[in-house]
């Protein structure tokens, strides 16, 4: 049963010491690293969110046999059904991994999921030989997979603007191909860091590429034994900028956050400078300080980090800041339409998200201020967090379905309550 809460702010200040949990997107990569590596590369700092659970629920063999029921006319009785829900990445980088696994398995989700495409990467992996049937919907989840192929070629080609998450599966799997993998990346390279960052990760691991152009290659060869260690969750430190964006002081501590960082989405740093908010690294971790500065910026281009578009765009209308949007393509086949959801949400202050092409426009001349303010998360973890600083501005926020959080920061609330938000479950 969903359950809304109430937030709610007295004070207009923020101020104290926050602990996130590690980076969902290090995690993900690591837990699959480490699967691949047959015990020798372990994980430090593991994240509590629910789409990182799940994922390691998976590896370690914890999912049940059971039959799946469809329309499509596939044998699919006693196969092992992999359910992960709603997790986006768990799916992309199972996709890749149950490829080179012995048994044969359909991989599923929530009804979200099943909406979500597959198709590139899927059609990617089938031009390395790998055996992956659509159960329900062509391009879509379920799909029924095969392992322990006969790799066919080691040269493939795949869309960069689409979701990096697709380009990051094929290369956790790269090393341990026969033949390694010389990956062709097509037209513009969307969510670029996130590419790094699985590299950086591997070279962790002691798995060596070369990037040359638009051409990534790994080689065939071994993980060495190492330990990776999961720094905290830039995204989910991301919303505490948007609070001391918001608050009129702000002086608040994120430890274990490094100036340079594996995530792209530590960029939030130098963006929320325009905010006033200054970014000290000491003591083990970030401070972050609110100084009054004139905001100045029109044009933020998030390509780069498509995760945080939510908490910039909506700190930027909550601020009355009519701001110009770029690299939002990603955002449709996110846990659901971002676009269409930032719109509906954000009309309920009077600002409209105008959408031209590929660019995105805020228009605040009817922004107002309500007394209460209710807001649907559309199963959207982000939606919730990126809304809920409102709360220093609007006396009321009430938030739709608070437990969808847990899927990437399950701790959101109560660390919300330790810096001096009430927070309060409707009955």
Same mark, same amino acid.
């Given at each position: $049963?969903?359950?809304?809460?109430?937030?709610?702010?007295?004070?207009?200040?923020?101020?104290?010491?926050?602990?996130?949990?590690?980076?969902?997107?290090?995690?993900?990569?690591?837990?699959?690293?480490?699967?691949?590596?047959?015990?020798?590369?372990?994980?430090?700092?593991?994240?509590?969110?629910?789409?990182?659970?799940?994922?390691?629920?998976?590896?370690?063999?914890?999912?049940?046999? &059971?039959?799946?029921?469809?329309?499509?006319?596939?044998?699919?009785?006693?196969?092992?059904?992999?359910?992960?829900?709603?997790?986006?990445?768990?799916?992309?980088?199972?996709?890749?991994?149950?490829?080179?696994?012995?048994?044969?398995?359909?991989?599923?989700?929530?009804?979200? $999921?099943k909406q979500r495409p597959i198709g590139v990467l899927v059609d990617a992996l089938r031009q390395l030989g790998a055996h992956i049937e659509y159960v329900e919907k062509e391009g879509f989840p379920p799909i029924k997979l095969k392992g322990s192929f006969e790799q066919l070629?080691?040269?493939?080609? /795949? &869309?960069?603007?689409?979701?990096?998450?697709?380009?990051?599966?094929?290369?956790l799997i790269a090393a341990r191909l026969p033949l390694g993998l010389e990956l062709h990346i097509e037209g513009d390279l969307t969510s670029r860091p996130y590419v790094q960052m699985t590299l950086a990760m591997l070279e962790q691991a002691k798995i060596q590429h070369t990037? @040359?152009?638009?051409?990534?290659?790994?080689?065939?060869? #071994?993980?060495?034994?190492?330990?990776?260690?999961?720094?905290?969750?830039?995204?989910?430190?991301?919303?505490?900028?948007?609070?001391?964006?918001?608050?009129?002081?702000?002086?608040?501590?994120?430890?274990?956050?490094?100036?340079y960082s594996l995530q792209g989405d530590s960029v939030i740093t130098e963006i929320m400078a325009n905010f006033g908010i200054t970014s000290q690294f000491k003591d083990g971790g970030v401070h972050l300080l609110k100084e009054a500065k004139p905001l100045s910026r029109k044009?933020?281009?998030?390509?780069?980090?498509?995760?945080?578009?939510?908490? /910039?765009?909506?700190?930027?209308?909550?601020?009355?800041?009519?701001?110009?949007?770029?690299?939002?393509?990603?955002?449709?086949?996110?846990?659901?339409?971002?676009?269409?959801?930032?719109?509906?949400?954000?009309?309920? /202050?009077?600002?409209?998200?105008?959408?031209?092409?590929?660019?995105?426009?805020?228009?605040?001349?009817?922004?107002?201020?309500?007394?209460?303010?209710?807001?649907?998360?559309? #199963?959207?973890?982000?939606?919730?967090?990126?809304?809920?600083?409102?709360?220093?501005?609007?006396?009321?926020?009430? /938030? #739709?379905?608070? &437990?969808?959080? @847990?899927?990437?920061?399950?701790?959101?609330?109560?660390?919300? @309550?330790?810096?001096?938000? #009430?927070? @309060?479950?409707?009955?």
């Amino acid at each position: $049963m969903e359950q809304n809460i109430i937030l709610s702010k007295k004070s207009k200040t923020a101020n104290g010491t926050v602990q996130l949990t590690g980076s969902k997107s290090e995690c993900n990569r690591a837990l699959v690293i480490e699967a691949l590596s047959n015990g020798k590369v372990k994980v430090e700092n593991i994240s509590d969110a629910a789409d990182t659970v799940t994922l390691m629920e998976v590896l370690s063999q914890k999912s049940k046999v &059971k039959s799946q029921n469809t329309d499509s006319g596939l044998d699919t009785q006693d196969l092992r059904l992999v359910n992960i829900g709603p997790a986006g990445t768990a799916m992309r980088f199972l996709t890749a991994y149950f490829t080179l696994q012995d048994d044969e398995v359909i991989l599923t989700g929530s009804e979200r $999921m099943k909406q979500r495409p597959i198709g590139v990467l899927v059609d990617a992996l089938r031009q390395l030989g790998a055996h992956i049937e659509y159960v329900e919907k062509e391009g879509f989840p379920p799909i029924k997979l095969k392992g322990s192929f006969e790799q066919l070629t080691s040269k493939i080609s /795949i &869309k960069g603007n689409i979701s990096s998450q697709y380009i990051t599966a094929l290369l956790l799997i790269a090393a341990r191909l026969p033949l390694g993998l010389e990956l062709h990346i097509e037209g513009d390279l969307t969510s670029r860091p996130y590419v790094q960052m699985t590299l950086a990760m591997l070279e962790q691991a002691k798995i060596q590429h070369t990037w @040359e152009g638009n051409v990534i290659t790994i080689s065939h060869q #071994e993980f060495a034994t190492t330990i990776l260690p999961v720094e905290p969750d830039w995204s989910a430190a991301s919303y505490w900028y948007s609070i001391a964006a918001l608050a009129d002081e702000a002086e608040l501590f994120l430890p274990g956050l490094t100036q340079y960082s594996l995530q792209g989405d530590s960029v939030i740093t130098e963006i929320m400078a325009n905010f006033g908010i200054t970014s000290q690294f000491k003591d083990g971790g970030v401070h972050l300080l609110k100084e009054a500065k004139p905001l100045s910026r029109k044009i933020f281009d998030l390509k780069e980090c498509p995760d945080l578009a939510q908490t /910039i765009i909506v700190v930027c209308a909550a601020l009355g800041h009519e701001a110009t949007f770029t690299g939002l393509e990603t955002l449709k086949i996110k846990e659901t339409d971002r676009v269409k959801a930032l719109q509906n949400e954000l009309a309920k /202050i009077g600002v409209k998200l105008i959408e031209k092409g590929l660019l995105y426009k805020l228009d605040c001349s009817e922004k107002f201020i309500p007394e209460r303010i209710f807001i649907n998360t559309y #199963e959207d973890h982000r939606m919730a967090m990126a809304f809920a600083p409102l709360a220093l501005l609007i006396p009321q926020v009430e /938030i #739709e379905d608070a &437990k969808v959080v @847990e899927k990437s920061y399950p701790a959101f609330w109560s660390d919300l @309550e330790k810096i001096g938000f #009430e927070v @309060e479950q409707k009955a």
